[in-house]
């Protein structure tokens, strides 16, 4: 199995992306707009789409991705979220006012997009490859995911802040290789990090610090602009951890 980042910003411009990884040819994490760059052939291979939350700079492109190639399928993109993230999709994306319901075009009975609700550590098994809801403490409501081959795994925070839950399930995971966590804010901005609900540098290193095991960390949702300052705050305060800063095209292995 393989997971390509398609984008790991907080924000856009430039080369800068927002929240997308894509697993083999066939699955989403998020559609933030990093998944604009993928060919119209890679586009339509999109079978399922894992969403972590339902703010804009995860699931923008999910819109526009069913509407792309909606008519070129035999069969349905399937959208897989908790039913909350999944009414705030319904409610304020695909509701005739800001896009079309495509879970109803071009009819209910074959549709374009199907929304399939998922609940914390239940897994999806999609050919082997299982993807299992892990806990996260966001402003709205928002899960992490386990992404297993049987072989390795990594654990993906999505969007979050101080969570134990979140490292109680990553410390069962016999064969966790890799986890990606967000930092969003540097330290002059802890304030503004706590009002948001991300982390901040110092925070980060307490959350690092409940992981037993060895694990590679990855650093993603750095603020455009921040970047830099961010990561000098990351190596101070988390050395001990040798975090690295996530980066588009980045692939792992698992």
């Not at 209910?108 to 809801?133: K, M, N, Q």
């Not at 403490?137 to 795994?153: C, K, L, M, Q």
């Not at 901005?189 to 982390?199: D, I, V």
């Not at 949702?221 to 970047?227: D, R, S, T, Y």
């Amino acid at each position: 199995m393989l997971v390509r980042v398609l984008g790991c910003s907080g924000g856009i411009g430039g080369n800068l992306r927002t929240t997308s990884m894509v697993v083999d040819q066939d699955i989403l994490i998020d559609a933030g707009t990093g998944v604009g760059d993928l060919s119209l052939t890679e586009l339509q291979l999109v079978d399922h789409v894992f969403l972590t939350h339902s703010h804009l700079d995860h699931v923008a492109m999910l819109p526009f991705l069913v509407d792309t190639v909606g008519g070129m399928r035999r069969k349905p993109i399937n959208v897989y979220a908790t039913e909350e993230t999944l009414q705030i999709l319904r409610d304020h994306i695909f509701n005739w006012k800001i896009w079309p319901d495509f879970s109803k075009i071009p009819d209910e009975s074959a549709p374009f997009l199907r929304f399939v609700p998922v609940r914390l550590g239940e897994t999806t098994d999609i050919g082997g490859r299982r993807f299992t809801p892990v806990p996260a403490n966001h402003t709205v409501p928002a899960v992490g995911y386990w992404i297993d081959s049987g072989e390795a795994s990594l654990l993906f925070t999505g969007d979050t802040t101080e969570c134990p839950e979140l490292w109680e399930t990553a410390n069962r995971i016999a064969n966790l290789r890799y986890v990606i966590i967000e930092t969003a804010f540097h330290n002059g901005e802890a304030e503004l990090a706590r009002a948001s609900k991300h982390l901040w540098p110092a925070k980060l290193a307490e959350e690092l610090g409940k992981i037993k095991g060895k694990v590679r960390i990855y650093i993603t949702h750095l603020k455009p602009g921040e970047g830099a300052i961010t990561m000098s705050d990351i190596e101070e305060c988390a050395e001990a951890f040798n975090p690295r800063m996530l980066a588009n095209g980045h692939v792992f292995k698992l």
